[in-house]
């Protein structure tokens, strides 16, 4: 899981480290919405709410390209955008450094790690493994500009990987080794990997139909997905797949089946199905691949053509250990203050991006004491539009 996501100089985040924590505060509300192992007390959700163009996307964007650099392809094509707007001649500006570094929880040990890249090739990364105490931090491995690596251990396949390192100036050497089946790398790449396969973005009808299709012929995915669709529409009674081929074309189709007051069932494709309900078709196999493996779930607009009640759902479900059986955690934008009380999220669990007159973004999270904000019941949405938590639009404040 993972406890904390910082970044500088990437997208619209420059001039200082922006830092996106899903370590839990001195909340007393909702204990039983944490991951809590042997003390170490995580959140499974954070929302990000801000102005448009204040940058959540852009948060969300930078976690993905971190994950993606680790454990996504490794044709040498380092993802992240450095800032356009810093004072840097346009003809520099891809030499210029990025930073992310990330902290997570694998097992009972917590890893922290941390790389500089520009759009060209990797400067320097580092692992390091927290020792005894609390702050203590043991190296696992550096990597200098040079591209020269130090590797606190003895196996022999990753010693030998060091020699490839040396030669892979676009590749990062904990992309190298993640591919291995040693611990703990083989498990911090497959819980980027999850990561990579959560929803961002809308897909188009083939890869949305190729991605449920298939999996309708699990008996648990079909009733689990057709339970959820349900509270969508509670008058589909079933989703029925069908294929039509000859010896040129095969042609896979999914049904939504209703019954006419008449009694007869009826199917009706899915492109005739509203925008909220083919959005599920979206994210839906990612989404329960996280629930029973665990990874982080990325999703930017989540509110785009659902109903407040549908993101309220889907949020308790990853707070429901019941449900998110494999730990995954959510970080999510959206405009929307459906979510925004403290019966749905913790105060801890609201992250705000706001953006200076430069053009620079920042994330921060509210830290409150005062008991009108701890307690239950609070409308923390009520005091975000009366902009008395900052991250709306600056012009609009009365």
């Known amino acids: 899981m993972m406890r904390y996501f910082k970044c500088e100089n990437l997208f619209s985040y420059y001039g200082e480290e922006a830092v996106l924590s899903l370590m839990a505060t001195d909340c007393k509300t909702n204990d039983d919405f944490l991951f809590d192992k042997n003390g170490k007390r995580l959140l499974r959700v954070v929302s990000i709410y801000g102005a448009n163009a204040s940058g959540k996307s852009n948060i969300i964007k930078a976690i993905r390209g971190m ?116 611990y703990p790398y083989r498990d911090i790449y497959e819980w980027c990997k999850n990561g990579l396969e959560s929803f961002v973005i809308p897909k188009d009808d083939e890869v949305r139909f190729n991605d449920v299709y298939d999996k309708l012929d699990e008996d648990s995915f079909k009733v689990n997905f057709s339970d959820l669709v349900k509270k969508f529409d509670p008058t589909i009674i079933n989703i029925r797949k069908s294929i039509n081929s000859n010896e040129k074309t095969e042609k896979k189709d999914i049904f939504f089946e209703r019954k006419k007051v008449s009694g007869e069932i009826v199917g009706f494709h899915i492109n005739l199905e509203s925008d909220g309900t083919q959005r599920l078709f979206d994210f839906y196999p990612s989404l329960r691949n996280v629930f029973e493996h665990g990874g982080l779930y990325l999703a930017d607009d989540l509110d785009t053509k659902l109903h407040p009640w549908i993101v309220r759902t889907l949020v308790s479900m990853f707070h429901d250990p019941e449900i998110n059986v494999g730990g995954a955690q959510l970080i999510f934008s959206t405009h929307s203050t459906a979510c925004m009380n403290s019966n749905d999220l913790r105060l801890d669990e609201l992250s705000f991006t706001e953006k200076n007159e430069s053009g620079f973004s920042t994330i921060f999270r509210l830290e409150f004491d005062d008991e009108e904000m701890s307690g239950t019941d609070v409308d923390f949405g009520k005091y975000y539009l009366l902009g008395q938590f900052g991250a709306i639009p600056r012009n609009m404040i009365t």
């Not at 694998?106 to 320097?124: H, L, T």
């Not at 702050?135 to 030998?160: C, H, K, M, P, Q």
């Open 67 to 182: 994950l993606k650099n680790i454990a996504g392809s490794s044709d040498g094509q380092m993802e992240g955008m450095p800032c356009f707007l810093q004072e840097v001649e346009s003809s520099q500006v891809y030499k210029t450094h990025i930073t992310c570094e990330i902290e997570l929880l694998v097992g009972d040990e917590i890893y922290r790690y941390k790389y500089v890249i520009n759009r060209e090739r990797v400067i320097s990364e580092e692992l390091l493994k927290r020792g005894y105490s609390q702050n203590e931090f043991v190296t696992v491995f550096t990597r200098s500009e040079d591209l020269e690596v130090f590797y606190n251990g003895d196996n022999g396949a990753i010693s030998g990987l060091v020699v490839t390192a040396k030669q892979s100036p676009r590749n990062l050497f904990l992309q190298l080794i993640c591919r291995t089946d040693v």
